[in-house]
T-cell receptor
Framework: DAKTTQPPSMDCAEGRAANLPCNHS???????VYWYRQIHSQGPQYIIH???NNETNEMASLIITEDRKSSTLILPHATLRDTAVYYC????????????FGKGTTLSVSS | GAVVSQHPSRVICKSGTSVKIECRSL??????MFWYRQFPKQSLMLMAT?????????EQGVEKDKFLINHASLTLSTLTVTSAHPEDSSFYIC???????????FGQGTRLTVV
């Protein structure tokens, strides 16, 4: 699976948009971009995933560049409960393929 | 989203004893389940991948005789830590993925402390 690069930490003010970048320059054509987050002492929570097109759900938006070498996760109105470690993971579609976690980005939302 | 339930959430055991952790997919059939371990201030490390009815595939460096994985049904996988030692103390997390889904869902994790 392609590797990803994320900044180790980011800060965001409550109520503002949080934009978390991810580089995945070696991504293959059939690999998806997944985002998960982990709040302290809990299991990871699925946020969103995409292949080429931008995606939006009730939690976040995912913007993937046209060349697919990078993406941005957008939390439109960050709250204190969004403080967590955010993981960007690239993975193929095969059912038996595990998610391989990097170090992620620690997002701190403050009031 | 789909629900994965992991039990127990916390366990303390004595050195030399065995501990079993259960992972259940509550509203979908999980053809594949994954087990991870996470040490403090570190990321999740994949331990093994299991498919229902077949032997688990372990990652390099993970002892298959120490970490026994059973995936006997499409909704249940178990991880047994045998002859536990203090260095096995960690946060163990399971993940399940159904055939139709492309995303995997995670359990709440089990905090194991070996004393």
């Amino acid at each position: 699976d392609a590797k990803t690069t994320q900044p180790p930490s980011m800060d965001c003010a409550e109520g503002r948009a949080a934009n978390l970048p991810c580089n995945h320059s070696t991504i293959s054509g059939n690999e998806y971009v997944y985002w998960y987050r982990q709040i302290h002492s809990q299991g990871p929570q699925y946020i969103i995933h995409g292949l080429k097109n931008n995606e939006t759900n009730e939690m976040a938006s995912l913007i993937i560049t046209e060349d697919r070498k990078s993406s941005t996760l957008i939390l439109p109105h960050a709250t204190l409960r969004d403080t967590a470690v955010y993981y960007c993971i690239v993975r193929g579609p095969q059912a038996g393929t595990a998610l391989i976690f990097g170090k992620g980005t620690t997002l701190s939302v403050s009031s | 989203g789909a629900v994965v339930s992991q039990h127990p959430s916390r366990v303390i055991c004595k050195s030399g004893t065995s501990v079993k952790i259960e992972c259940r997919s509550l509203d979908f059939q999980a053809t594949t389940m994954f087990w991870y371990r996470q040490f403090p201030k570190q990321s999740l490390m994949l331990m093994a991948t299991s498919n229902e009815g077949s032997k688990a595939t372990y990652e390099q460096g993970v002892e298959k005789d120490k970490f026994l994985i059973n995936h006997a049904s499409l909704t249940l996988s178990t991880l047994t830590v045998t002859s536990a030692h203090p260095e096995d103390s960690s946060f163990y997390i399971c993940s399940a993925r159904g055939q139709e889904n492309t995303e995997a869902f995670f359990g709440q994790g089990t905090r194991l402390t070996v004393v």
